[in-house]
């Protein structure tokens, strides 16, 4: 499967949403409450998404996409230069273990052209993913949502250029 990862345009904006719906439900069963997973919208999602590329200075920064082909949209991303952070990275569940995930870390890291970091949410199988990467735990913080206290964990690299 030929994998291309580029900035996204606004069509793309409906796959990001489906992906997003579907790789949280997957993600985070278990960790947030059912009503909140169950409650999200691909019509929110996708307006949501239309906004974020259109303003990429915007509190998400730049969107990137994993086109898998006839398979299209199989991952997105999103990175802020201005706070060093890659603030989104979710691939569908079907194309997990496929390397895209890495090749979209990889482009947002090179996008960030500095330390990279991102917060991961307690329990998210994706922990060990970050860490196979290089990353490194760091501050360990709670976040209040949905009306109950959510920890996270930031993790770190220093500057990625150079790096395979």
Known sequence: M?????PAREDDAEAIARVHVETWRNAYAGLLPQEVL???SRRRQMRRWRRAIRDPEAEL???FVAEAGADGIAG???ASRETGEITTLYVRP???RRGI???LFRRMAEFLEGPVSLWVLDGNPAAGFYQRLGGRPGVHATVERWGMELGRTRYCWPA????S
């Open 76 to 78: 997105f991303g999103s």
């Open 61 to 63: 920064g730049q969107v």
């Open 101 to 103: 995930g890495r090749m």
């Open 38 to 40: 169950d409650g999200l």
């Open 94 to 96: 079907d194309a997990q």
């Open 160 to 163: 990625m250029s150079g790096r």
């Open 2 to 6: 030929g994998v291309t990862v580029r």
